[in-house]
C-alpha cells in the first residue's frame, strides 16, 4: 500500500533563509507526487506536483522539489523563506487507483 | 485554473441532526470526487471516493451509512452526515478529478462542521 512519511512534525527558520522539507513515499511504481500547503482553517493550495520527466519541478511562490526515486524522496526546498511561508505543508502521493494519501504535514514557522 | 467549492465553509448543528455539505466543479466536469476529513492539526484523510452515476467507495473504518454520498451529477457530489455527534465535528474537504485532462485533482476551500 502506498503510504507518505514526513519525518518533521514542526521546522522553524529564519526569515530568509533556506528550506527544505523532506518527503519519503512508499509505492511500488513511479507515483504522482504533491505538495500541498495549507494555511489555518483554510483549503489546500497546490505548489507543485511531479507526474514524470525532468526530476526537479518547479511550483508557484518559489518552491521545487526533486524527486529521487533511489531515495524514494520528493523534498520540498526553497532558497529564501518569507514571514508568508508560515503554514501547513503537506506531501502527497496518489497510486494508479487515483487516490491521494497525504502525509502527517510539517508545521513550518518563521522566525524573524 | 479549475475550481471547485464547497457550501457550506461552516455549520453549526445540533447532536442528532444531519448536515449535507456540497461540492462543486465551477468550470470542469468531475467523474470522480473524493471526500476528506481533517482533525485539527491533523492531516487528511481519504473517507470516501465518489463516483457520477454509482454507490461511493469507502475506506475502511468509514461508516457509509453514516457519511451518506450521492454524485448525482458531473459537477456535484454531496456529503450527508447523518445523526451528527460532537465526534464528528471536522473539516470535511472534497477534491474532484477533471474527467477529461485526468490530471490533478482540484481541492475545495473545506468545511468547518461543528456539532453542539
Known amino acids: 500500500a502506498q503510504s507518505v512519511t514526513q519525518p518533521d512534525i514542526h521546522i522553524t527558520v529564519s526569515e530568509g533563509a533556506s528550506l527544505e522539507l523532506r518527503c519519503n513515499y512508499s509505492?511500488?511504481?513511479?507515483?504522482?507526487l504533491f505538495w500541498y500547503v495549507q494555511s489555518p482553517g483554510q483549503g489546500l493550495q497546490l505548489l507543485l506536483k511531479?507526474?514524470?520527466?525532468?526530476?526537479l519541478v518547479q511550483g508557484i511562490k518559489g518552491f521545487e522539489a526533486e524527486f529521487k526515486r533511489s531515495q524514494s524522496s520528493f523534498n520540498l526546498r526553497k532558497p529564501s523563506v518569507h514571514w508568508s511561508d508560515a503554514a501547513e505543508y503537506f506531501c502527497?502521493?496518489?497510486?494508479?487507483?487515483?487516490?491521494?494519501?497525504f502525509g502527517k504535514g510539517t508545521r513550518l514557522h518563521i522566525l524573524p | 485554473g479549475a475550481v471547485v467549492s464547497q457550501h457550506p465553509s461552516r455549520v453549526i448543528c445540533k447532536s442528532g441532526t444531519s448536515v449535507k455539505i456540497e461540492c462543486r466543479s465551477l468550470d470542469f466536469q468531475a467523474t470522480t470526487m473524493f471526500w476528506y476529513r481533517q482533525f485539527p492539526k491533523q492531516s487528511l484523510m481519504l473517507m470516501a471516493t465518489s463516483n457520477e452515476g454509482s454507490k461511493a467507495t469507502y475506506e475502511q473504518g468509514v461508516e457509509k451509512d453514516k457519511f451518506l454520498i450521492n454524485h448525482a451529477s458531473l459537477t456535484l457530489s454531496t456529503l450527508t452526515v447523518t445523526s451528527a455527534h460532537p465526534e464528528d465535528s471536522s473539516f470535511y474537504i472534497c477534491?474532484?478529478?477533471?474527467?477529461?485532462?485526468?490530471?490533478?485533482?482540484?481541492f475545495g476551500p473545506g468545511t468547518r462542521l461543528l456539532v453542539l
Open positions: 502527497a502521493v496518489e497510486g494508479r487507483d487515483d487516490k491521494i494519501i
Open positions: 511531479y507526474f514524470s520527466g525532468d526530476t
Open positions: 509505492y511500488g511504481a513511479t507515483p504522482y
Open positions: 477534491s474532484a478529478r477533471d474527467g477529461v485532462s485526468q490530471e490533478t485533482q482540484y
